[in-house]
């Protein structure tokens, strides 16, 4: 239910394994938060635009019995990602050794030494906290014991930039090896070390564009799926479902009612407990601790094709401001939008001119903002004024660049709430605290509620491309075992 990467995952797994699936979405087509549109020539990703550990989904599509070549082109990023301050420096973070050194060498050649243990320290945390975790359910508190003297070891208990500090001292360094838990929605000064996983992650596996956009990647798991015997739903939002006496789950819809051994959610986790399962008095429990909890940032995206092209440009650029912590506090905590920004900029056209038209450019831009439950933000009143903002700041780099635009779009919290059901608006949903990960992070499988099953950002590991996908390995795994006991 719900056909955003992580459902799309386990309905693929749960086909293959002979298990017969239908999968409900409520927009008009596949995908979640890496939903496609088009307009004027242009195709926009509406979320997703890094891949990563491509691993997973070479894994997942073996399992149906298939290549992920056979369906896709991942085109390698080079470099990464550029960062860029606001002076002007800038920082060309490669995947090839050498050249990383040497632009460590050229910011901060003091820490060059530094950054050689962090590089160990995150292949230690990578083989503990990746290939050991990652794709196992944490379901009994057992679980979470066993795994408890290496998470000490590693000292989880500390945040990502707490752990990167250890090893160098500049400053620019520490956010350049430390903006990485962004992308899954934690704040670098509260986010579990564990997740310095991702820089060696990245230094191995790469970084990836899909030729086509990451909407050819969701398309081609929905393909597989559909050629395997799935049936997919589009336009179908799911109102209610409820457990019969019998165990059954009785999927309700606005065209009809249908009974399922087993549910498999892909939707908001507060969504699925507040909204889906609302007459099952354990949902009850469960959405008010989730209320409790913590969660990630939301996002402010602006969407936009230009009649021109830009030179100097790579694929991914993240522009960090004059305040870092300081302004990833007033994100994450603040009542109010801050008067200045730290920004994603996404130019797909850089890997693959076919998303825009001849000779113009395709581009989203992304702020992390608050949340709709810590700041009361008017976003109908907000956006047109914000998206001007964010775009006026970027002529500094990119000339003249709003008297190019000819097409635009926003996405803000509003939406994600509104389209995607997402509670507070959050774009990652449970915030990736230590006390919110793994066992402490709701279940992949509800032990309270037999039958059902999640996926997605919400459950273990959490948000991320490879996060999700390895969230449905690790959801139809438990799934399968329980079907086996009966």
């Given at each position: 239910?719900?056909?955003?990467?992580?459902?799309?995952?386990?309905?693929?797994?749960?086909?293959?394994?002979?298990i017969?699936t239908?999968?409900?979405?409520?927009?008009?087509?596949?995908?979640?938060?890496?939903?496609v549109?088009?307009?004027?020539?242009?195709?926009?990703?509406?979320?997703?635009?890094?891949?990563?550990?491509?691993?997973?989904?070479?894994?997942?599509?073996?399992?149906?019995?298939?290549?992920?070549?056979?369906?896709?082109?991942?085109?390698?990023?080079?470099?990464?990602?550029?960062?860029?301050?606001?002076?002007?420096?800038?920082f060309?973070?490669?995947?090839?050794?050498?050249?990383?050194?040497?632009?460590?060498?050229?910011?901060?050649?003091?820490?060059?030494?530094?950054?050689?243990?962090?590089y160990r320290?995150?292949?230690?945390?990578?083989?503990?906290?990746?290939?050991?975790?990652?794709?196992k359910?944490?379901?009994?508190?057992?679980?979470?014991?066993?795994?408890?003297?290496?998470?000490?070891r590693?000292?989880?208990?500390?945040?990502?930039?707490?752990?990167?500090?250890?090893?160098?001292?500049?400053?620019?360094?520490?956010?350049?090896?430390?903006?990485?838990?962004?992308?899954?929605?934690?704040?670098?000064?509260?986010?579990?070390?564990?997740?310095?996983?991702?820089?060696?992650?990245?230094?191995?596996?790469?970084?990836?564009?899909?030729?086509?956009?990451?909407?050819?990647?969701?398309?081609?798991?929905?393909?597989?799926?559909?050629?395997?015997?799935?049936?997919?739903?589009?336009?179908?939002?799911?109102q209610?479902?409820?457990?019969?006496?019998?165990?059954?789950?009785?999927?309700?819809?606005?065209?009809?009612?249908?009974?399922?051994?087993?549910?498999?959610?892909?939707?908001?986790?507060?969504?699925?407990?507040?909204?889906?399962?609302?007459?099952?008095?354990?949902?009850r429990?469960?959405?008010?601790?989730?209320?409790r909890?913590?969660?990630?940032?939301?996002?402010?995206?602006?969407?936009f094709?230009?009649?021109?092209?830009?030179?100097?440009?790579?694929?991914?650029?993240?522009?960090?401001?004059p305040?870092?912590?300081?302004?990833?506090?007033?994100?994450?905590?603040?009542?109010?939008?801050?008067?200045?920004?730290?920004?994603?900029?996404?130019?797909?056209?850089?890997?693959?001119?076919?998303?825009?038209?001849?000779?113009?450019?395709?581009?989203?831009?992304?702020?992390?903002?608050?949340?709709?439950?810590?700041?009361?933000?008017?976003?109908?009143?907000?956006?047109?004024?914000?998206?001007?903002?964010?775009?006026?700041?970027?002529?500094?780099?990119?000339?003249?660049l709003?008297?190019?635009?000819?097409?635009?779009?926003?996405f803000?919290?509003?939406?994600?709430?509104?389209?995607?059901?997402?509670?507070?608006?959050s774009?990652?949903?449970?915030?990736?605290t230590?006390?919110?990960?793994?066992?402490?992070?709701?279940?992949?499988?509800?032990?309270?509620?037999?039958?059902?099953?999640?996926?997605?950002?919400?459950?273990?590991?959490?948000?991320?491309?490879?996060g999700?996908?390895?969230?449905?390995?690790?959801?139809?795994?438990?799934?399968?075992?329980?079907?086996?006991?009966?």
């Open positions: 239910m719900g056909a955003g990467l992580g459902g799309l995952a386990a309905a693929l797994r749960l086909q293959a394994e002979g017969e239908t999968l409900y979405e409520a927009r008009d087509g596949p995908g979640g938060r890496a939903y549109f088009r307009e004027g020539g242009f195709t926009f990703d509406a979320g997703p635009t890094v891949i990563t550990a491509p691993s997973c989904l070479d894994e997942l599509f073996a399992v149906s019995g298939k290549q992920l070549s056979d369906f896709v082109e991942l085109i390698p990023n080079d470099p990464f990602y550029r960062i860029q301050w606001d002076d002007g420096a800038r060309d973070y490669h995947g090839d050794a050498a050249r990383l050194r040497a632009e460590i060498q050229r910011l901060a050649p003091d820490d060059l030494r530094g950054y050689e243990r962090f320290h995150s292949e230690r945390v990578f083989d503990a906290g990746y290939r050991g975790l990652v794709a359910p944490f379901l009994q508190l057992r679980d979470m014991l066993r795994v408890f003297p290496q998470l000490v590693l000292r989880a208990d500390r945040s990502v930039y707490r752990t990167v500090s250890r090893f160098v001292r500049n400053e620019r360094l520490r956010q350049v090896l430390s903006f990485h838990s962004l992308l899954i929605g934690g704040h670098p000064f509260e986010t579990s070390a564990i997740y310095t996983l991702i820089h060696f992650l990245e230094r191995n596996e790469g970084v990836y564009f899909v030729r086509g956009g990451t909407g050819a990647l969701v398309d081609a798991i929905l393909r597989r799926f559909v050629d395997l015997g799935g049936r997919f739903r589009p336009s179908t939002p799911v209610e479902i409820r457990v019969d006496r019998e165990g059954r789950h009785q999927v309700r819809c606005a065209e009809d009612t249908q009974p399922f051994d087993a549910v498999v959610s892909n939707a908001d986790v507060h969504h699925t407990y507040a909204r889906l399962y609302a007459g099952e008095p354990a949902a429990r469960e959405r008010r601790r989730l209320e909890s913590r969660w990630s940032m939301s996002l402010f995206l602006v969407y094709g230009v009649d021109r092209r830009y030179s100097d440009l790579v694929h991914h650029t993240v522009l960090l401001g305040r870092y912590r300081e302004h990833l506090d007033e994100i994450f905590h603040g009542a109010s939008l801050p008067d200045d920004f730290s920004l994603y900029l996404h130019a797909p056209t850089v890997s693959d001119p076919s998303l825009a038209p001849p000779g113009c450019e395709c581009f989203y831009v992304l702020s992390p903002v608050p949340h709709l439950g810590n700041a009361a933000i008017d976003w109908e009143r907000e956006a047109p004024r914000y998206a001007d903002r964010i775009l006026a700041s970027l002529e500094s780099w990119l000339p003249d709003r008297k190019h635009v000819v097409v635009q779009r926003v803000t919290p509003l939406d994600f709430e509104r389209e995607l059901a997402a509670f507070h608006g774009a990652f949903s449970v915030a990736p230590l006390t919110q990960s793994a066992w402490f992070r709701p279940h992949n499988a509800d032990r309270r509620i037999p039958g059902l099953y999640l996926v997605g950002a919400g459950t273990h590991p959490g948000a991320g491309v490879p999700v996908v390895n969230s449905a390995k690790a959801t139809v795994q438990t799934l399968l075992a329980d079907l086996r006991d009966g």
